[in-house]
């Protein structure tokens, strides 16, 4: 299986840790970032979340941030997965998993890349509330 | 003739997912963006926030990019992955 994915289907964190951890004996620490559906938004109760990506771009900018994390950070491996479709309130939307010889190098990369997911990931998250479906970059 | 792709929000005030669209070759970007204003008025004013980015071929794109034949050109949305 890839390190880095974008999949409709839900993933298995456990699963997701073996398949960083089998890079290496070296590794003494992971750390990992999991987003989740949360049912509020704004001060709006949120029933229902839809992800749209762009396909292709939108791997290429997670295999990218992978890349540059390991060549950036003290870390041996990163796993990236994300969710696209339909997203219920409490299930899991995404996985970044750091893995190094010691923890502080971990948790750098694995903050760096979620923030940078965000900032250059062809991804967005539509959310259904009571008033309707909206697109959230429409209320910035 | 080039693609031009629309996600999420501008898909749904352009009512399309992608157009082909005949243009000059060899045109910047910035030109292109004037002639997307005039094709798609429901989203000129998202062409001209700084938020919307465009890609070219998949890769982020600037002013001074040059469309050429067969390019496809994506107009992006603020991201809110993650």
């Known amino acids: 299986m ?31 970032f999991l987003g989740a559906g949360r049912d509020i938004s704004k001060g709006e109760q949120i ?3 839809d992800f749209e990506h762009y396909p292709g ?9 992978r890349e540059r994390a390991l060549k950036n950070f003290n870390i041996i491996e990163m796993g990236i997965v994300h969710r696209i479709g339909e ?4 299930e899991n939307i995404v996985l970044i998993i750091a893995a190094a010889q010691h923890r502080n190098d971990a948790f750098m990369a694995c903050e760096w890349a979620i923030a940078e997911l965000k900032r250059i990931t062809p991804i967005w998250k539509r959310e259904t509330t009571k008033k309707g479906e909206v697109w959230v970059e429409e209320h910035p | 003739m080039i693609k031009v792709r629309f996600f999420a929000m501008l898909k749904n005030k352009t009512g399309k997912e992608e157009v082909n669209l005949s243009v000059p070759d060899n045109i910047t970007l910035e ?16 062409i001209e926030r ?33």
């Open chain 1, 2 to 32: 890839d390190l880095v994915r974008i999949q409709k289907q839900d993933f298995d964190i456990n699963k997701e840790v073996e398949l960083v951890k089998a890079a290496s004996k070296s590794i003494g620490g992971v750390v990992s």
């Open chain 1, 47 to 49: 029933t229902m979340l």
């Open chain 1, 57 to 65: 771009m939108a791997e290429k900018k997670l295999q990218e941030i």
């Open chain 1, 87 to 90: 997203i219920d309130i409490g």
């Open chain 2, 31 to 46: 030109k292109l963006k004037a002639i997307l204003k005039n094709e798609f008025p429901a989203i000129a004013e998202f």
């Open chain 2, 50 to 82: 700084k938020s919307i980015m465009i890609s070219v071929n998949q890769e982020f794109a600037t002013n001074t990019t040059i469309i050429k034949d067969g390019d496809e050109v994506a107009l992006l949305p603020p991201f809110s992955g993650g």
